[in-house]
């Protein structure tokens, strides 16, 4: 290379740092030796004569204290070749007293004939503005009710969370640090119920690059926690395409309590705490449907309590209401999980049995009768009486289109109970049963 050439890379070289506007340094390890360029000292308000005599011990009493010690465990990796270049971001006093932020970069370029190491070279940037920045983001990140982050995915399927908020504690349980570096902690707290949907998701908003919301649940230390989150994809390029959410997550749980409050509410009858009539309309058009393609079949109960004019005239209503409630509880007894229970009206019961024919419906609800028939009630004046009901069953046939057609047999089934006397369950169209048509499934 000629001598032109050379100085001419040179000042190359120097117009490119000071382009940069990179304060460079260069340390002798083994001598303490320092050099370093105006912009070194001028980052830090002093010009280079001010800090003269420059070496090793400029640094020493510049840098944060805790700092230093970072700064110098990353310079032995470095030297022991665990490490390709030196880093680390460091704070420097500045002249008028503040911290500087600075991102300290190097690397060894020559080791003594012991093998030493000896010149080291680097370069400072102010990165303080930065700095600022990240400490407004999590201010206002404070104020949030959730946690605010960023979310990417690349094209092999690799994510990675670039920033998360504090929030991220309270919500997952772990680090913002350790979710910065390992992503899958947060999706490994996802309820196994949602996961799938979560990840399908987020896919979705991937591939067609439209806004990202999901509700789902997170376990934490035993405990359910309802999350909502939404964000907004956008594609960038990071050496290679990847997609980047900007978005945030709140706690839904209390929302999600009462929802499941309300949904309670609306199928519930407030007195008996068994179903209402809509909600059991509404399953037994389901299960018609059931029928209709899979042949599952079931049975329908239509119950009425016998001469309950006559005991709530007798007991008063509110006795009355006592024995609806009584009459709930033994069928809540003696039903299993699968079966649905229900208050259509008054002192009217509707009973739905999946799995379950005539004859083993009638078996169930004969022992209920006899149960209820045989429970005694004492009124305020220790008058004791005893209730009972008719009931009519019918089973779901070949021919039934509509729910109401089933319904009209177990009216008329149970039509013919009360006129047989009442007390007693009766099944449309009557058939024969054996004693013992217990249910098998
Ligand atoms: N205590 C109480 N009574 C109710 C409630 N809803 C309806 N009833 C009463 O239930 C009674 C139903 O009477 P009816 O339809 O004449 O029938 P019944 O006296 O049971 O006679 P049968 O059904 O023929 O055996 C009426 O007196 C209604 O006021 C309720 O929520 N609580």
Redesign the pocket.
């Known amino acids: 290379m000629s001598q032109v050439n050379a100085s001419e890379q040179l000042n190359r070289l120097k117009a490119i740092i000071e382009g940069t506007r990179a304060g460079t340094w260069e340390w002798n390890a083994h001598t303490g030796e320092q050099r370093i360029n105006e912009r070194w000292a001028e980052m830090l308000g002093y010009s280079s004569r001010e800090l003269e005599p420059i070496s090793i011990a400029i640094w020493h009493r510049l840098c944060h204290p805790d700092d230093l010690a970072r700064s110098n465990e990353a310079f032995q990796r470095h030297f022991d070749g665990e490490t390709p270049y030196y880093e680390c971001i460091v704070r420097l006093r500045h002249k008028e007293g503040h911290w500087v932020w600075i991102h300290d970069r190097g690397r060894l370029m020559s080791r003594t004939a012991e093998g030493d190491p000896e010149w080291v070279v680097g370069t400072h940037i102010d990165i303080s503005q930065q700095h600022i920045n990240a400490q407004l983001l999590n201010k206002l990140a404070e104020t949030i009710p959730g946690v605010i982050y960023i979310f990417r995915m690349y094209a092999d399927g690799r994510v990675e969370f670039p920033y998360v908020s504090e929030g991220v504690r309270e919500f997952y349980g772990r680090e913002p640090d350790a979710i910065l570096q390992d992503a899958s902690l947060v999706f490994e707290l996802v309820h196994p119920e949602d996961a799938q949907r979560l990840q399908q998701s987020i896919l979705e908003s991937y591939r067609a690059l439209g806004q990202w919301t999901c509700e789902y649940r997170v376990v934490l230390n035993g405990r359910e926690i309802w999350l909502e989150g939404i964000a907004t994809p956008e594609r960038e390029w990071l050496d290679q395409e990847v997609v980047t959410w900007y978005g945030m997550v709140v706690d839904i749980s209390h929302r999600k309590a009462l929802e499941a409050r309300l949904l309670e509410l609306s199928v519930t009858d407030e007195?008996t705490g068994l179903y209402n009539r809509r909600f059991l309309l509404q399953r037994l058009a389901e299960l018609l449907d059931d029928y209709r393609r899979h042949e599952v079949v079931f049975s329908l109960v239509q119950v009425?309590?016998?001469?309950?004019?006559?005991i709530?005239d007798t007991y008063g209503?509110?006795m009355?209401?006592e024995v609806?409630k009584a009459f709930a509880a033994t069928l809540k007894n003696r039903l299993r999980k699968g079966d649905i229970a229900g208050r259509s009206g008054?002192?009217e019961f509707l009973i739905l049995l999946p799995h379950t024919d005539t004859c083993e419906a009638l078996e169930l609800i004969d022992d209920i009768r006899a149960v209820f028939a045989g429970t005694e009630f004492f009124n305020d004046e220790l008058q004791t009486f005893k209730a009972s009901f008719?009931a009519g069953i019918t089973q779901v046939q070949a021919e039934d289109e509509r729910f109401d057609q089933l319904l009209s047999r177990a009216d008329k089934a149970l039509y013919k109970a009360?006129d047989a006397g009442?007390n007693r369950v009766h099944i449309e169209p009557d058939r024969h049963c054996s004693k013992g048509g217990k249910r098998t499934r």
């Open positions: 007195l009425d309590l016998d001469w309950f004019k006559s709530n209503h509110l009355g209401d609806l008054g002192e008719s009360k009442r």
